[in-house]
């Protein structure tokens, strides 16, 4: 898939779950989601290349314009749409399935703060497709929220929310079947 039409998706998925996006063009030159989506292919991609230190000074960048902080290191899917994203935080090893929207001030950080373990390929929050993440909620650790879940605005989540369920509260509890 060309970056094009990458780029091309992310912009009809902020069409089609903001109310406030008019048009494709306004969504181009206005939304913070679409371009660090867009900074972060080019750094991921630098990332996974060993261009670390280019991969990280294009990230920084990003979150300087955008206010949306994700590692390059982070795998995220197609689709995903980061609403008001400011304060928005994805870690290293965190992933993000596809048709996912996050709202701002989100974290999927590690559990452990000065945990120095590189070599560990999950510190991060791996999160499923079809998941939407509330504003203010903080998803810790390496824990995994199944595909179609619900994690309300505000909520700690350090442990798995299965498939479905919706997760509320601090810590977050799961109600199954209520996504």
């Known amino acids: 898939m060309t970056p094009r039409t990458r780029l091309g998706e992310d912009i009809q998925a902020t069409l089609q779950r903001d ?3 008019r048009n494709a063009v306004e969504v181009f030159f206005t939304s913070p989601g679409v371009k660090a989506l867009f900074w972060h292919r080019v750094s991921h991609k630098l990332w996974n290349s060993g261009w670390k230190l280019l991969a990280r000074m ?21 689709r995903l749409v980061i609403d008001h994203g400011m304060g928005v935080v994805i870690g290293e090893t965190a992933s993000v399935g596809d048709d996912c929207l996050i709202y701002h ?25 079809g998941v ?8 810790l650790g390496d824990i995994t929220v199944g595909d179609g879940a619900r994690v309300a605005a505000a909520a700690v989540v350090t442990k798995d929310v299965p ?17």
């Open 19 to 21: 109310p406030a996006a």
């Open 58 to 78: 294009i990230a920084t960048r990003s979150r300087r314009i955008t206010g949306i902080e994700i590692h390059p290191g982070a795998t995220l899917g197609r």
């Open 105 to 129: 001030s989100v974290t999927l950080g590690g559990k452990r703060p000065g945990d120095r373990d590189h070599s560990s390929t999950s510190r991060h929050p791996k999160v499923g497709s």
């Open 132 to 139: 939407t993440i509330g504003a203010g909620a903080l998803l």
């Open 163 to 179: 498939a479905g369920a919706l997760a509320v509260g601090i810590p977050a509890e799961n109600l199954p079947g209520k996504a």
